[in-house]
């Protein structure tokens, strides 16, 4: 075997580098000019073995950063350990293979069984030092690619869990819906970890809760800092919260100067009060509520109304509906009707609220969210092209 010299446009040789290459082949002649070569050029971190067998005990006791290996070797060839390495040892680490093979097969096999590149033989220095260089660098960047989204997984975990506290658990919110003779049963998936949609139900005082539902526009990060922005403006304002259309539009006005140009929240606010077992409430640009009564008869709330943080000075007015032991009212995002593959295909609101009244049939305690949704998209979805939200508020005898 015998090394071409490099051409002169040759890559100048690097000072240093920590790269660790392993040269497989069994002509030890063919290992000493394949490492001069390596040297030549500033590598100096090399191990050799002279057969396949050899190599994959290299390998295990040191994984290597890219591999030139030899294909026609005795015990074992380079076919089977590209093969071991990709399979018994679950690797990606670059296989460049070394052959003078020129069948088309014979390279196909090469890559079948895991090579990452072929470099020709007689090995040509220029080319083989050029191939190295790419397969690391790619590799190193693939590398710091993986641990940027490590560590950006474990933030958006952490965040997850930051958003995921805002929302109340079911024995918070049974504390505070119980004593005022009504009962809550929420549904909260954000599209990916991080999401838009904000609930929230809160004491008012002995006699009245809130029941805050808002959808901010946007996905992922930026949706849920704003969420988090909304929720430290709707816990200042718990005290006042009485007036659902003033307490919207105070919130409007504060959004309208924190958040981002083009962006908005749409909400639905409604204040319960079990002296009389009313729901006092405002929209601002919501899906529509639907309210089966317990009676059997349905009604579609009004939750339109300007929506949240488009501009300064909004008003929304306030509407009362009485309500009687057993009449379930279902509030959700928009995500629940949408079709975002075919726009055409979204649920209409008659359409929608069929499905919310028959899964409202009949004694409802617990799972109602969980069924809606399964009728709704015909099974559980492991995940939302949007972020999904969904309270039912039912009226319980004292």
Known sequence: MSAQPAPASAPEPVPSDDARILVVDDLRSSRMLIGSVLKSAGFSN?????????????????EPDIILLDIVMPRMDGFEVSHAIRNRFDSDVPILVQSGVQE?????????????????KPINAGELISRLRLHIERRRLIARLKRYQKRMDEELHTAEGMQM?????????????????????????????????????????EHRFGVLMVDLSGHGVSAAINAFRLHMLAERSEADA????????????????????????????????????????????AP????????????????????????????YGNQRIALQPGDRLCLYSDALYENFDTPDGALS??????????TMEGEVREGFTTDLIQRVFGSMPESFPDDLTILMLEVIQP
């Open 46 to 62: 090399i191990d050799y073995a002279g057969d396949g067998i050899e190599a994959l005990e290299r390998f295990e006791a040191h």
């Open 349 to 358: 609101v008659d359409e929608l609220s069929a499905l919310i009244v028959a």
């Open 242 to 285: 009485g007036d659902p259309g003033a307490w919207l539009a105070r919130l409007s006005d504060e959004l309208y100067e924190i958040l981002p140009i083009e962006h908005f929240a749409t909400a639905f606010y409604g204040v319960f009060d079990k002296r009389d077992l009313s729901l006092t409430f405002a929209g601002a640009g």
């Open 104 to 120: 088309a097969e014979q390279r196909v096999r090469a890559f079948d069984m895991g090579a990452t590149d072929l470099v020709s």
């Open 288 to 315: 529509t509520p639907v309210l089966r009564r317990h009676d059997g008869s349905v009604e579609h709330l009004d939750a339109s109304g300007l929506i949240m943080g488009c501009r300064s000075g909004g008003q």
């Open 165 to 205: 506290s805002l929302m109340k658990e079911a024995p918070e919110v049974d504390a505070i819906t119980y004593p005022r003779q009504a009962r809550m049963e929420t549904f909260y998936r954000p599209s990916y970890k991080l999401g838009g949609d904000l609930w929230d139900v809160f004491e008012i005082d």
